[in-house]
């Protein structure tokens, strides 16, 4: 069975503070889906990246990167110079190439970015 | 623009009520599925669809039924509301074509409060 762990409940930082959120998967297939998705308060899940498995290759977007590595079983996510409004519950998932295609999520990590 | 619509932003019904939440997604894709989303467990699947009538249980699927008679819209049902079904629920779709990533599109989620 496959299983997204996100060990960190709840962290605050201050503005412009970089800071990483952590996320670990358990899975027995060898092609799997990786994703990050933003709720806002608002909260409408927002997507912000998807990884194959085959693809180790770390990525930035702006002041958002992910770092990818099989070895450790473990897809995190850095912001860097956080602002206010990257306030918001982060979810990591898995998802398995094979059987139901369900994503499986992780709890979830409250980030409190202060002014 | 991809879009997955759900009834209502906000609801709230009666212990032994009979609740229906709808979604529709305008993408043709063939799976659908419906989360629930409470503090601390992040979200868990409750049914999901590969396509017309045809449905699967997912992890919690105690206490709901689904219907889903046309391709773009897939019903949850709570044929007798109770208090434990107090929650955030998320519908999401995805196809199964190539290049996809399993990658799922959410709606804006129902908050249901039942009395």
């Known amino acids: 069975a496959q299983k997204v762990t996100q060990a960190q409940t709840e962290i605050s930082v201050v503005e412009k503070e970089d800071v990483t959120l952590d996320c670990v998967y358990e899975?027995?297939?060898?092609?799997?889906?990786l994703f990050w998705y933003k709720q806002p308060p608002s909260g409408e899940l927002v997507f912000l990246i998807r990884r194959n498995s085959f693809d180790e290759q770390n990525e930035i977007s702006g002041r958002y990167s992910w770092n990818f590595q099989k070895s450790t079983s473990s897809f995190n996510f850095t912001i860097t110079a956080s602002q206010v409004v990257d306030s918001a519950v982060y979810f990591c998932?898995?998802?398995?190439?094979?059987?139901?295609?369900?994503?499986?999520f992780g709890s979830g990590t409250r980030l409190q970015v202060q002014p | 623009d991809v879009k997955v619509t759900q009834s209502s932003r906000y609801l709230v019904k009666r212990t032994g009520e009979k609740v229906f939440l709808e979604c529709v997604q305008d993408m043709d894709h063939e799976n659908m599925f419906w989360y629930r989303q409470d503090p601390g467990l992040g979200l868990r699947l409750i049914y999901f669809s590969y396509d017309v009538k045809m449905k699967e249980k997912g992890d919690i699927p105690e206490g709901y039924s689904v219907s889903r008679e046309k391709k773009e819209r897939f019903s949850l049902i709570l044929e007798s509301a109770s208090t434990n079904q107090t929650s955030m629920y998320l519908c999401?779709?995805?196809?199964?074509?190539?290049?996809?990533?399993?990658?799922?599109?959410f709606g804006p989620g129902t908050r249901l409060t039942v009395l």
């Open positions: 899975t027995r297939d060898t092609t799997y889906y």
């Open positions: 999401a779709s995805s196809t199964t074509l190539a290049g996809s990533y399993n990658e799922q599109f």
């Open positions: 998932a898995l998802s398995e190439n094979t059987g139901r295609r369900a994503l499986t």
